[in-house]
RNA sequence: GCGGGGAUAGCCGAGCGGUAAGGCGACGGCCUGCUAAGCCGUUUCCCUAUGGGAUCGAGGGUUCGAUUCCCUCUCCCCGCGCCA
């Protein structure tokens, strides 16, 4: 939620973050509009509690001496009457106002690209060297500006389906019939790997002084909607039948709710949490996109960074959580860009973005890993997180960024380290883990 | 799931029908070579703001008036039951 004081002092802020965005602003517009009636009323109900207030009191110094209070009565019903007729009224357009106030987006960072979709979004950090399939290469070329190493491959890489099929590490065929499509078992050595990519990454974040979080895989409704974006619950979220519990996307939604209605002291911040759970998207806008295998689907597990942040250091942190999710992928050794994602492209609670795509080389594309958001006080405000300043309680920052989703992580390790017997080379850095060099 | 006890400001904690004591902390001021102590004030949210309104876990009810009485719910503690 953005700050109702700037759709009553500085309006103009939002107009030009919703230009950039490629936005209408006629929601900025109907928030002002609504304000300006809730206030009129707001006015009009105080003033009236005031009286009532003041006969009360009266009242109160009379039935004290004994006296006869009958007559006082109907003068006090006369108001309560009133003061529910406008409270009705009060309360129903506040209703609109915060509906209409909840769904207008954060607003957009200066530096971010400005573009109307993700095609605007700009790639400006490159890792790695690349192994490119010729019919591949000129869009890798495009994708990499040509900043970025490769070694042309000729013959195409197995997709990990086919791979993982064959090998007898997957299994989908059985998930569709128990679970629906989109579910996968993972199988023997495969769970091995993808319990050793978390431990590393817990390791390296614990090193690295965040705090380890294993949060609940459910929420309520008011935790859901303080974290997420409105559009989540008919899209992404999985609903509990009969219960008032939502299962989680991502961990940041219980980590940025961690500290919900808190007022935290100025020198605990920065905060560093990371998180590990299971995802749980229903994938509801995604029909006929990567409907095979284990690269989008209903539930993957994922370690992410999730931190609480005084404003004026949000932007130094942001680059920061990059950092440490370039550094994992630089030590799995996976090839990589990262992008600055789009302004039109950023969804409603972003101010920036910046995402990591690995490189596919069965897919032929660089596909998103990591993203990692500054929502701002964004969150902190529909969440009530605040700390304690001189001069009254602000709003903290917040800001998220996967540090590692495990399926698509196993996917860019079996595309990019397969071999042409189809064994899967380990990463160097998950050898001691795993205790094995191959599967 | 059953029985009993709880939830009051940043924290601790009194009040139990007449409109939120007190303490701690934090901040500001006075005092003082400096520090400490002491003294005074402030401390949550909202509003077209020398003023007013809201707020005692949440929601409803009774009352001129509810932190206080009644109902529903949530969470915490103790005991019993069940349980990986």
Redesign the pocket.
């Known amino acids: 939620m953005i700050d109702?004081?700037i759709i009553?002092k500085n309006p103009e802020i939002l107009f030009e973050s919703q230009r950039r965005r490629f936005q209408s602003d006629d929601i900025v517009k109907a928030a002002i509009e609504y304000?300006?009636k809730?206030?009129?009323i707001?006015?009009k109900?105080?003033?009236l509690?005031?009286?009532?207030?003041?006969?009360?009191?009266e009242?109160?110094t009379i039935?004290?001496k004994g006296e006869d209070?009958s007559p006082?009565?109907k003068k006090?019903?006369e108001i309560?009457k009133e003061i529910e007729t406008m409270n009705k009224e009060l309360n129903d357009i506040e209703e609109k106002r915060d509906a209409i106030l909840k769904r207008i987006p954060n607003i957009v960072d200066n530096d971010a690209p400005v573009a109307p979709d993700e095609s605007g979004s700009a790639p400006f950090y490159f890792h790695g060297r690349a192994d490119v399939y010729r019919d591949d290469l000129e869009n890798f070329i495009r994708g990499s500006l040509n900043k970025m190493e490769y070694r042309l491959i000729d013959r195409k890489r197995v997709s990990h389906v086919d791979l993982l099929l064959e090998r007898g590490l997957i299994n989908l065929e059985t998930a569709a019939k128990v679970a629906g499509s989109r579910f996968y078992y993972l199988l023997g050595d495969l769970v091995l790997l993808e319990n050793s990519i978390e431990l590393l990454a817990l390791k390296m974040l614990n090193n690295k002084g965040f705090k380890l979080v294993e949060p609940p895989f459910m929420l309520n409704r008011e935790a859901t909607n303080g974290a997420t974006d409105f559009t989540a619950f008919e899209d992404t979220l999985y609903k509990i039948e009969g219960e008032d519990l939502y299962m989680i996307a991502t961990s940041e939604h219980p980590l940025a709710s961690y500290h919900s209605d808190?007022?935290l002291e100025e020198e605990m911040l920065p905060l560093f949490y990371a998180g590990i759970s299971p995802c749980f998207r229903r994938e509801a806008g995604a029909h006929g996109k990567d409907t095979k295998g284990i690269f989008r689907v209903h539930q993957f597990n994922k370690i992410e960074q999730f931190a609480y942040t005084l404003p004026e250091d949000s932007k130094r942190i942001h680059k920061m959580l990059l950092e440490n999710a370039k550094e994992f992928f630089n030590l799995l050794e996976i090839p990589y860009r990262v992008i600055d994602i789009a302004t039109g492209d950023l969804g409603n609670v972003a101010s920036r973005k910046f995402d990591i795509e690995a490189w596919y080389p069965a897919q032929g594309q660089f596909r998103e890993v990591v993203s990692a958001s500054n929502v701002l006080d964004y969150q902190a405000r529909r969440l009530k997180i605040?700390y304690?300043t001189?001069d009254?309680?602000k709003y903290v920052h917040t800001l998220n960024s996967t540090l590692v989703a495990t399926t698509r992580t196993l996917v860019a390790i079996v595309e990019n380290y397969q071999q042409e017997d189809g064994t899967i080379l380990i990463p160097k850095a998950l050898r001691d883990l795993m205790g094995k060099d191959v599967i």
């Open positions: 109702i004081n009553r304000d300006n809730w206030r009129e707001l006015r109900v105080n003033d509690k005031a009286e009532k207030n003041r006969l009360v009191k009242i109160s039935a004290k209070i006082y009565k006090a019903e309560d808190e007022i605040r304690r001189k009254g309680n």
